[in-house]
């Protein structure tokens, strides 16, 4: 481990909930509104999904935005000086049975999420509890690949490139153990073109994918913030599709479920999406 990681990381065992995590807020919440990083982006998308919504409804929840990715971060830093609060913050689950149901199919289990609440300790919560592995794209950055996988790792988070071959995710299926994909971002080339929020745009086809292969279930998850430190689980039954002779249209046919389920999480807690990378590259172009 570096010596800055190893900085950072004893900077953050000193961070616990209370006047520290408090402080850190503010710390960080004024400068990063007053800069609003892609604020223009997280307007555009807001417009696109919630155009039925006034214009104080809109600025509200792009605030709401930049505060939860400002918490999302300190909770996370929070954990590192004990795991365990990793369970310990999660004070309701709902739809564990789903989980269990699942598992006891014996083909392992697919989650899909989104950047919506606070999906590191999403991710962290599946790590601990589920055997995930958690499917991420690594910065290009060292500095920030290692300390991000750090991070992950000391909540107990095992990870998988999306740049490693596939045969490691299905791999992880077929041992009954449980991989994680945050499906909601832009698909660029390699994705299919799929409504998203009525918006035809490009979709990550990973989760259809590893289900048509493997025959695992893909349970759609979420973790909702209550208040910092303190969240609630929501698991979704199993997503519903039949594996029809058409390879292409059926990814295609169980990549549009799979964005209808990921409406329903960023539509429970609007606040807590982060608006601000662009979902809707094709409609940025024009």
């Known amino acids: ?20 995590a408090i402080f850190l807020f503010y710390f960080l919440f004024i400068p990063v509104r007053l800069i609003a990083p892609r604020k223009k982006v997280a307007q555009k998308n807001i417009e696109l999904v919630f155009p039925e919504k006034t214009y104080k409804e809109k600025k509200g929840m792009l605030d709401a935005s ?25 004070v309701e689950i709902e739809g564990r049975e789903h989980m269990d149901q699942a598992f006891a199919l014996g083909k392992g289990v697919i989650v899909v999420s ?13 790590g601990r ?10 910065s290009d950055d060292p500095f920030q690949k290692e300390l991000i996988d750090t991070l992950r790792h000391n909540g107990g988070l095992r990870t998988l490139g999306k740049d490693e ?33 009525g918006q035809m745009t490009s979709t990550f ?17 979420q973790c909702i913030r209550l208040e910092p430190f303190r969240f609630k689980l929501v698991i979704a039954p199993p997503i519903k599709w039949e594996k029809g002779r058409d390879r292409e249209a059926t990814f295609r046919s169980l990549t549009a479920k799979v964005n209808q389920e990921l409406e329903k999480m960023i539509r429970r807690a609007p606040g807590q999406y982060l608006w601000q990378h662009k979902r809707f590259k094709e409609f940025f172009s024009r």
């Open 129 to 138: 509890n589920c055997k995930g592995v958690g499917v991420v794209r690594h």
């Open 165 to 197: 071959p596939m045969t490691r995710a299905v791999g992880i299926l077929r041992r009954n153990e449980l991989i994680g994909l945050a499906a909601d971002q832009h698909g660029g080339g390699d994705g299919v073109i799929v409504p998203f929020f």
């Open 1 to 20: 481990m570096s010596w800055k990681v190893k900085f950072f990381i004893s900077f953050a065992k000193k961070i616990k909930p209370g006047w520290r």
């Open 114 to 126: 989104t950047h919506c609440g606070n999906w590191e300790h999403a991710a962290a919560w599946l």
């Open 205 to 221: 086809q990973g989760a259809a994918v590893f289900a048509w292969v493997s025959g695992a279930p893909i349970l759609p998850f």
């Open 66 to 90: 930049y505060r939860s990715m400002i918490w999302t971060g300190i909770e996370m830093l929070a954990w590192q000086r004990d795991p365990s609060l990793v369970d310990k913050w999660v």
